[in-house]
């Protein structure tokens, strides 16, 4: 629901009211004392975050690498220190994203200025990273997670892919055994853990709230986000 890609025809909406189909299924209700700017997160991209660690099997000590600082890499970045990550690298090209995805406690790679490869081995005695998320959903953002990884590692994929094809380096993958996860984030299966970790205060979902605006003022608001002046708005009935 929500989501045409996943769906068909069956899309979302942004309205004062909305009906919802199967309810029972698609909704939940929110743990008492938690806004709406707390909760309404865990409908998609917190627990995609989430679920991108999960995926990549984030453990304690591990040095993960998250190409990308949008909206669902921060998510994933705190998501993967929740887990136990020792160190978390974000990776963009964006400085506002950088600027953001340092505020979280991650260490900002700008690729534009330093190879994310260099940051890594560096870090990692020459190993790489043990687990790398994507979170673009490019080819580019892929073959940089492809570098990044160690051999034995895992690389979980979350990014919305467009193309029908991609290519991968196979013989690379085969050689270093590396692990490739991802996909279309299953939100049920993760969202009563993601608002108890937000109930209980380990994750602020807000952080990435640059804007809030009324309902009839949505028009401004994808204007920003489209001019990348947005990270993300808000929008009140």
Same mark, same amino acid.
């Given at each position: 629901f929500g989501c045409g890609y996943a769906f068909g025809d069956l899309a979302g909406s942004q309205a004062e009211y909305v009906l919802v189909p199967n309810a /029972?299924? $698609? %909704?939940i209700n929110v743990p008492n004392g938690l806004s709406d700017e707390q909760a309404i997160f865990a409908? /998609?991209? %917190?627990t995609t975050g989430y679920f991108c660690a999960v995926e990549?099997? !984030?453990?304690?000590? /591990? !040095?993960? *690498?998250?190409v990308g600082c949008g909206p669902v890499g921060i998510f994933a970045q705190i998501s993967a220190r929740i887990l136990g990550a020792a160190a978390v690298y974000g990776i963009d090209l964006e400085p506002s994203r950088l600027k953001l995805a340092a505020s979280t406690g991650s260490i900002a790679v700008n690729a534009s200025e330093q190879d994310p490869l260099d940051a890594i081995l560096e870090a990692t005695e020459w190993r790489g990273a043990d687990v790398v998320m994507e979170c673009v959903g490019n080819e580019a953002a892929l073959e940089s997670a492809l570098r990044l990884v160690r051999p *034995?590692? $895992?690389v979980s994929i979350v990014g919305v892919f467009i193309e029908d094809r991609v290519g991968l380096p196979l013989g690379d993958l085969w050689i270093k055994n590396v692990t490739l996860k991802g996909g279309l984030c299953n939100v049920q299966g993760h969202?009563?853990?993601? %608002?108890s970790l937000v109930r209980h205060g380990r994750v602020d979902p807000t952080v990435i709230i640059s804007h809030t605006l009324p309902l009839d003022e949505a028009p401004k608001g994808y204007a920003l986000f489209n001019a990348r002046e947005a990270t993300k708005v808000i929008l009140k009935p």
């Open positions: /029972d299924f $698609t %909704l409908g /998609d991209i %917190l990549g099997g !984030v453990k304690p000590g /591990d !040095v993960v *690498a998250v *034995a590692g $895992t969202w009563e853990e993601v %608002l």
